[in-house]
């Protein structure tokens, strides 16, 4: 379908938040028409074949402990899991430490695990029970610090924190200082207590893809970049559309050179290298920590949990780093992570993502407002969270704006007392 003069909503930008806010108004009835300037729906969700193998755009993972997951099918996607935990190497040997509630056989081997004595352990099994467990206004209701100052006042102790939660943390955050909101540190733990990571069989990107199936493929207008917004009009590079209402759904930089008033948070940027090696030196999907003298957060087999990323059976590695690094500065860390000699590392391919993802320093800004006003509205990950939950949760959001003006309730209002 070409890009009509006229629809009732515009969404700039086929990301989770667009597809997630077209999928509701969808629903609805609406008629919404997506404009993206990319090739593919799903945004910073992008994924490619390299000689066969299924490569992600940086490492990115499916958590199914965030609640707009709800939203997916998530057994059409067939997807693979990693465990609940990583491993790490102190000295030359590799440990791991793995929820104990998914695998009760590896509770010996966690508890062995050189991050701290007993009590420690405790402190760190107290505190995901905490965030996993305590209702959200609570955990919101504390007093906000950083994320590291969080789990010193935790008590996990020195170790746990640079062995364990700090790369660990830095993979996701894509910051290794600890300086992230420790508000969405409780929320974003809350997630990893209570759900699955996994990677889809065709990649992330189908996450994204998906989503533009439900809301109407033939509503998805790619290659066309918008230039200006405004109340009533999106003007493309093939002429100017008008609507009823128009939500923008870029990133934070694209959205505040459209919308006068938005400001964009400072991005977090991440450098994978993907590898493959003839077999898997592991005998479970675990993620493998940086340490702390080295370059890289972590290096995980990715055909351990997902088999159909390989199409022979070889083994595919990613490794990220938080700063642009070359191949060969990292060689021989990769080796020594997975105790496999550099001659059997087969370099794929190497991709730097310099806007991955938001900050989210204190204070934590949860649920900005979407409705600017006169019919325009805005969502994306830097109005919530910087994870796919922030994003589908503000389309969601944004679509009942929409709505609301749109398709108000017919039904006659309570009189005030």
């Known amino acids: 379908m070409s890009l009509p003069a006229r629809a009732e909503v515009v969404v700039v930008g086929a990301g989770l938040a667009g597809l997630s806010a077209a999928v509701r108004l969808a629903d609805a009835g609406c008629d919404v028409h997506v404009v993206e300037a990319g ?13 066969g193998f299924v490569v992600d755009r940086g490492f990115q993972v499916l958590n199914t402990g965030y609640p707009r997951v709800a939203d997916l099918d998530v057994a059409a996607l067939d997807m693979g899991w990693l465990w609940p935990g990583a491993v790490l190497r102190v000295d030359g040997r590799a440990h791991r430490v793995v929820d104990p509630r998914r695998h009760p056989t590896t509770a010996p081997g966690t508890l062995r695990t050189p991050i701290g004595s007993l009590y420690r352990k405790a402190a760190v099994a107290a505190y995901s029970a905490a965030a996993g467990y305590t209702p959200v206004p609570r955990l919101l209701a504390r007093q906000e610090t950083s994320a590291e100052e969080r789990l010193r006042a935790a008590g996990v102790g020195e170790q746990a924190l640079e062995r364990f939660f700090r790369p660990f943390l830095a993979g996701v955050l894509l910051e290794s200082e600890l300086e992230t909101s420790s508000r969405y540190l409780d929320l974003l733990w809350r997630s990893f207590a209570r759900g699955r990571i996994g990677l ?15 809301a109407g493929t033939a509503r998805l207008h790619l290659h066309l970049r918008v230039s200006a917004v405004a109340s009533g009009q999106v003007t493309t590079a093939s002429g100017r559309i008008r609507a009823d209402a128009v939500v923008v759904a870029t990133d934070a930089d694209t959205a505040a050179g459209l919308l006068p008033g938005i400001d964009a948070a400072a991005p977090r940027q991440v450098t994978t290298h993907l590898h493959v090696l003839p077999s898997s030196p592991w005998r479970d999907p675990l993620i493998v920590l940086g340490t702390p003298e080295g370059r890289l957060v972590n290096s995980v087999v990715l055909t351990d949990a997902q088999p159909a990323y390989s199409p022979d059976g070889r083994a595919l590695v990613a490794s990220s780093t938080l700063v642009p ?93």
């Open 39 to 51: 090739d593919h729906a799903g945004g910073r969700l992008a994924t490619e074949r390299v000689d």
């Open 325 to 417: 690094t070359t191949e060969a500065e990292v060689r021989e860390e990769i080796a020594r992570l997975h105790g496999v000699p550099t001659t059997e590392l087969a370099h794929l391919t190497s991709v730097t993502v310099p806007g991955a993802q938001p900050a989210a320093l204190p204070p934590l800004q949860l649920r900005r407002p979407v409705d600017l006003g006169e019919g325009v509205y805005v969502c994306g990950d830097h109005r919530d969270t910087p994870s796919i939950q922030g994003a589908m949760a503000s389309g969601a959001r944004t679509a009942r704006a929409v709505l609301r003006t749109l398709r108000p309730d017919p039904r006659p209002q309570e009189p005030s007392a």
């Open 200 to 214: 889809p069989a065709r990649g992330m990107q189908s996450v994204g893809e998906q989503l533009a199936d439900r």
